[in-house]
């Protein structure tokens, strides 16, 4: 049993900064691609950024390059996202997600093996 737990999320300025943790238990950590994906009110879940297992490769969605930041670290079943320069259109819940495989579907969660909770981000003006 695979079990990802979120946290980090929070009330934040735009302009201001947070970085979400994604905790993973259960198998080995290290063999799964990771990602995050966000969901606004009233609208679809929608690719935020993955990483490789290994760490030498990130993707991320066009909307946040530049300000957001995918790390992982093996060694503590952790993936991170840092999140810089926040919009309000950055207010969504967030879901971390371990990937079967970074193919050619990961981007619409077709790829996805298991996710997280949630954690709500909500950035203010």
Do not use: H
Not at 12 to 32: D, E, I, K, N, P
Not at 57 to 67: A, F
Not at 72 to 91: F, G, I, P
Request: charged content about 15%; hydrophobic content about 35%.
């Amino acid at each position: 049993q695979v079990q990802l737990v979120e946290s980090g999320g929070g009330l934040v300025q735009a302009g201001g900064s947070l970085r979400l943790s994604c905790a993973v238990t259960g198998r080995t950590f290290s063999t799964y691609p990771m990602g995050w994906f966000r969901q606004a009110p009233g609208k679809e879940r929608k690719f935020v950024a993955a990483i490789n297992w290994s760490g030498s490769m990130t993707y991320y969605e066009d909307s946040v390059k530049g300000r957001f930041t995918i790390s992982r670290d093996n060694a503590k079943n952790t993936v991170y996202l840092q999140m810089n320069s926040l919009e309000l259109e950055d207010t969504a819940a967030y879901y971390c997600a371990a990937f079967f495989t970074l193919g050619g579907s990961y981007r619409d969660g077709a790829d996805v093996a298991y996710w997280g909770q949630g954690t709500q981000v909500a950035v203010s003006s």
